[in-house]
């Protein structure tokens, strides 16, 4: 999903519109997140690397989620020591969520964390919507 001014107002909208269709997938996730155990939820793999993987090693995990279809789809879930994450890594995902690894968190925590994480991708893929459609629009 790369933006361009140059693009015509329906390719504009269409781009809009694939975002505001990752927000939502996004926002089923965290409320699948919220309903339900973390051990039965699509990010119960963020859940067991975070909370298992030595903190002496590893500092941060991270799932990787792809939007198919209106449902966001945990494709990995990756530790990493330091560093970034290379381009190639996240070029077909969708979104990132990156927590500590934290042994012992408990799985209200975990919620509240990741849930946090996931609003702000949703707020940030909706005002890019927006954005976008504005520029669809005629409007900057």
């Avoid at 140059?6 to 519109?17: G, N, T, V």
């Avoid at 089923?28 to 067991?48: A, C, H, M, N």
């Avoid at 991270?62 to 990995?76: K, L, M, P, Q, R």
Wanted: some cysteine; charged content about 35%; aromatic content about 6%.
């Amino acid at each position: 999903m790369t933006e361009d001014s140059d693009q015509d107002p329906a390719e504009l909208r269409e781009q809009a519109d694939e975002y505001e269709a990752v927000a939502d997938a996004l926002e089923e996730l965290v409320i699948e997140l919220r309903d339900e155990p973390v051990r039965e939820s699509r990010l119960e793999g963020l859940f067991d690397e975070a909370t298992t993987s030595n903190p002496g090693i590893w500092n941060t995990v991270t799932a990787f989620i792809d939007v198919e279809d209106g449902e966001a789809i945990v494709t990995d879930e990756s530790k990493l020591a330091e560093g970034k994450w290379a381009p190639e890594i996240v070029e077909d995902c969708d979104a990132m969520v990156t927590i500590d690894v934290q042994r012992g968190l408990m799985p209200d925590e975990f919620t509240y964390l990741v849930g946090k994480t996931l609003q702000t991708e949703i707020e940030s893929f909706r005002e890019r919507a927006s954005e976008v459609r504005r520029k669809a629009d005629g409007r900057t």
